[in-house]
């Protein structure tokens, strides 16, 4: 009924254009007129009986407004200009062409010809069936044609209206090209003699067409790659700002997938200011869900908080009728818009772990990445796609697996049964290896602190051979971070250590790139080669820069129970050690760790040998991995340097002392503080088991 509807209206707007009206306009000889509307006496009758012959009328396709003219009154006439009545009509449906009988047209006294127009309704018809072009829907356009050149080529022939046609058949034919093939027909198109006159046909007709082809028109154009700063682009982002208010919801879609793929720019960004305003009158309106998230994803991170909030509601509301793929495409669009929604995101996430199975790469990819974006942690989520890939494992790509682990790494997310897998793979089929790979790869393994007891050494083996292979072509910084990542894997191949130490290559990290992230990473080589029994301490002759202090303040709480536990003098607080390390609290006990020592006995009269000193570290969550008790790589390995500095290392996590009274932290820190039991190293008490 909608439709009827629609296109009676469509019909009706055209019809009343047909209705001539009569203007005053002054004709000069360079062919610039300024008009003036002057409306005169019609007859509905006549318009109706000649309805057929108006509709015949040859009027130029080409020109918004064609003129049809007859001699004016002579009062006004001037030397140089003279006064004609113009009949106008505004929107002519097809091209035609002028026709002039230009031999028997009399030369007025300024030197201008009078136009006498032929009205033979005989000869008028022959012309019409001979020029008059059949429209052509751009579906069959694009079968039709095999080149965006043969769409130009067809335009050239026969123009037919409405010109958005042919752009979106291009870009139908452009989407079924490859990216080279598509390069070299996009030149073609631009260098094609038609191609300026199709736009100049789009820029005329774009404020008479209907709303919806104007977007089309607008989607293909940016996505055919025609520059956003040219006066086509430009036009019809005006045109769709001035008529904003015909927005249908398909209209919506559109107009947002067309925001999204645009570039920032004046009229972009009054249009989707627009589009901010209809969406907060029409949101309640929307029925189909695409629609809802085109529009939602549109928006902006930088839209109004309580708009975000309106349409977090409407997504509520039609959460019963999501599809699957309404939900896996939510997490992307609320990344979009920034704005975590967890009451949508866990409701998607239950769906989406209840269809996993089949779920496509690209899928998997886009939702661990919205969960970045939105700081958003479920394990439940990360575990069941971590599953899905390792039951699978064999019909995934090795670099496939290796961007979902990158983005595991970045969540923190650590599962061994993957991981496991990956490092055979590795251990197997090392080929696969690029340098780009080997770099990241090590970097995931050594920030989640993952090794495999069983495959450990012909992992880090494989690794050490992969990177050594690419020693010649690798960068300075690339070759930094690939060390470092061995460090923290207490792991130190020859080749690619006496590289980096070389002069040359230390003076360019010290000079280039972020130099100050360069210069903690070698620091924190130094250190690894002086601490973890290695022969390389001898070599590290360069002196590097201080690294800038980092004044932290002991967490309260735990300084609070460390008193009521032990008295005043029987700890110190924010202690600065060797190699850079810094320790919360340090306590001095006997060998058996039965007693406190006072510290001003330690210093007097206890020799070190007769003491244990006791590290407590107060750390953060993002110290280990996500809901785990396994430590990350940095913690792993000052847990490892303190423990051969002589130091019993206890660790306090910030985030559960904070849940807990003062008498059970108290508590807590006597069982830690007086345990019998030694502490595990950190890279063996967490490993993988064969």
């Known amino acids: 009924m909608n439709n009827r509807a629609t296109s009676f209206l469509w019909n009706l707007r055209q019809f009343s254009t047909l209705i001539p009206t009569s203007r005053t306009v002054r004709l000069y000889p360079l062919g610039f007129c300024g008009p003036k509307n002057v409306y005169s006496n019609w007859n509905p009758r006549n318009l109706l009986n000649n309805f057929d012959n108006r509709m015949q009328a040859p009027v130029r396709y080409l020109f918004q407004d064609a003129l049809i003219f007859k001699s004016g009154d002579d009062d006004f006439q001037t030397k140089g200009m003279s006064t004609v009545t113009v009949l106008t009509f505004c929107r002519p449906f097809c091209p035609r062409r002028l026709s002039f009988d230009l031999e028997h047209s009399p030369v007025s006294d300024n030197g201008l010809k009078k136009i006498k127009l032929h009205h033979d309704a005989s000869n008028e018809d022959v012309l019409t069936k001979e020029t008059k072009p059949t429209p052509i829907n751009f579906r069959k356009l694009s079968q039709e044609c095999n080149s965006l050149s043969d769409v130009l080529d067809a335009f050239s022939e026969a123009p037919t209206f409405p010109s958005s046609n042919y752009f979106s058949a291009m870009w139908t034919i452009a989407k079924r090209m490859s990216e080279d093939q598509k390069r070299f027909e996009k030149q073609l198109m631009f260098n094609h003699p038609a191609f300026t006159q199709l736009c100049e046909h789009m820029m005329r007709e774009a404020k008479i067409m209907h709303y919806d082809h104007v977007l089309f028109s607008l989607h293909a154009i940016v996505k055919l790659g025609i520059p956003q700063n040219t006066l086509l682009v430009q036009t019809l982002l005006r045109v769709v700002q001035e008529r904003i208010n015909e927005c249908d ?58 708009l975000k909030r309106k349409m977090e509601m409407k997504a509520l509301r039609e959460l019963d009728r999501f599809s699957i793929l309404n939900s896996q495409h939510m997490f992307e669009v609320l990344a979009a818009m920034n704005h975590r929604s967890i009451i949508l995101l866990n409701e998607c996430s239950k769906k989406v772990l209840g269809n996993i199975h089949g779920c496509p790469f690209r899928i998997l990819m886009s939702i661990l990445q919205s969960c970045k974006d939105l700081r958003y942690r479920n394990l439940d989520l990360f575990k069941g796609i971590a599953d899905y890939v390792a039951t699978t494992f064999d019909i995934w790509k090795s670099k496939q697996v290796l961007f979902l682990l990158i983005l595991f790494e970045n969540l923190g997310f650590r599962h061994p049964h993957l991981m496991d897998l990956f490092m055979k793979k590795v251990v197997d089929e090392p080929d696969f290896l690029n340098m780009q790979s080997v770099v990241s790869v090590l970097h995931v393994y050594s920030s989640l602190n993952h090794t495999y007891r069983c495959l450990t050494q012909e992992f880090l083996d494989a690794m050490a051979s992969a990177l050594t292979a690419y020693l010649h072509h690798i960068s300075s910084e690339n070759l930094l971070n690939a060390v470092y990542s061995f460090c923290l894997m207490n792991h130190f191949p020859l080749a690619p250590v006496n590289q980096l130490l070389q002069k040359d290559i230390v003076n360019e990290l010290l000079t280039s790139g972020d130099v100050e992230r360069n210069v903690r990473k070698l620091h924190i080589l130094t250190t690894c080669l002086q601490l973890d029994d290695t022969s390389y301490h001898k070599a590290t002759g360069f002196a590097l820069p201080p690294l800038p202090s980092t004044l932290s303040r002991p967490n309260a709480k735990v300084a609070e129970a460390l008193r009521s536990l032990l008295g005043e003098g029987c700890f110190s607080e924010n202690v600065q050690l060797p190699h850079n390390y810094h320790i919360d609290f340090e306590i001095r006990m006997d060998t058996n760790r039965s007693q406190v020592l006072p510290l001003s006995d330690v210093d007097a009269v206890t020799p070190a040998t007769d003491s244990q000193r006791v590290a407590v570290l107060c750390v953060p969550r993002s110290t280990y991995c996500l809901d785990s008790n396994h430590p990350r790589g940095f913690l792993a390995m000052k847990m490892r340097h303190l423990k051969v500095m002589g130091f019993y290392v206890i660790l306090v996590k910030n985030w559960e002392m904070e849940k807990l009274r003062m008498e059970d932290a108290v508590t807590f820190l006597k069982s830690e503080i007086y345990s019998t039991e030694d502490l595990p190293t950190a890279d063996v008490n967490f490993q993988s088991t064969c």
């Open 249 to 306: 919801e398909k209209c919506l879609s559109v107009l947002s997938t067309v925001l999204e793929a645009m570039e920032p720019c004046k009229n972009v960004d009054v249009l989707r200011e627009g589009l901010r305003l209809l969406v907060d009158q029409q949101i309640w309106k929307i029925e189909r869900v695409f629609t809802l998230q085109a529009v939602m994803k549109c928006i902006g991170k930088d839209a109004p908080i309580a």
